[in-house]
């Protein structure tokens, strides 16, 4: 036992710093407190790398929570939506241009910043967040999350030819380097599904371009694990618990 801890009225150890870590998770949405503390009594949660005991506190802001060996943000207030951006509406905070932004079509309070970015003329999934390691998680090239679009383009009455199909999955020279491999299916006459997990600038146009096949329209249909084919344009909502766990699971090393 540490300096400074004791045992409580109801036998938990206590100690004078953090929160209790059942009322944390609960908090966070994995259950009631009850549930939450047989996780705990199950060996399931960690903390700091070590598997934590029902009484153990927390400090949200700088503990690292584990639940199943998939880190979980536990600092109060963190918030995740999911936006369905509208084509015209920019990916940055403050356009220069007066244009909409994405941060004009989420609450302002608290604030969040987009996960990666769209163009403006792409429409489709938004991750927006103030949880600052999974969003730097989700953008990181070494984690490589798979974004899926739907990639509508400009061809004949014969749609996109098998040789083109065949570079977009094998790698397309860019001016910034060849693609990695992609997955690439005509799923009708001119409309590709075109999963990438890289992230360049403009990079489904680009590829689809380099192809000679110029992109009409462009969705993004999918984050990872994250999908939602019922968010108007425009709306938003929030990740679920088990989505946000998803991601984490999706971005764990
Ligand atoms: N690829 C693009 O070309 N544009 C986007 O907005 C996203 C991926």
Not at 78 to 85: A, G, I, P, S, T
Request: aromatic share 4%; charged share 25%; glycine share 12%.
């Amino acid at each position: 036992m540490s300096a400074g801890s004791a045992f409580g009225a109801s036998g938990e150890i206590e100690n004078d710093e953090g929160e209790r870590l059942q009322k944390v998770l609960a908090r966070v949405g994995w259950g009631s407190r009850r549930e939450c503390e047989f996780l705990i009594d199950q060996g399931r949660v960690k903390v700091n790398g070590e598997v934590a005991i029902l009484g153990r506190r927390v400090k949200t802001q700088t503990d690292k929570v584990e639940v199943d060996g998939v880190s979980i943000g536990v600092a109060p207030g963190l918030v995740h939506y999911l936006l369905n951006k509208p084509v015209d509406v920019i990916t940055t905070a403050k356009d220069t241009h007066g244009r909409q932004t994405v941060i004009e079509l989420v609450p302002l309070e608290p604030r969040v910043f987009p996960v990666g970015r769209l163009d403006a003329d792409t429409e489709g999934l938004l991750i927006m967040t103030n949880d600052g390691e999974l969003g730097h998680r989700l953008t990181h090239p070494s984690f490589g999350i798979e974004k899926e679009y739907l990639a509508h383009v400009q061809c004949g009455q014969n749609g996109v030819s098998e040789s083109a199909l065949k570079k977009l999955r094998e790698g397309v020279e860019l001016d910034d380097g060849l693609t990695s491999p992609a997955d690439v299916g005509q799923l009708q006459t001119g409309v590709l599904r075109i999963v990438i997990h890289e992230g360049r600038n403009r990079q489904v146009r680009r590829m689809c371009d380099a192809v000679g096949y110029p992109v009409e329209r462009l969705v993004r249909v999918r984050i990872g694990p994250i999908i939602d084919r019922t968010l108007a344009p425009g709306n938003w909502r929030h990740l679920t618990t088990n989505e946000v766990v998803a991601l984490n699971q999706a971005t764990a090393n």
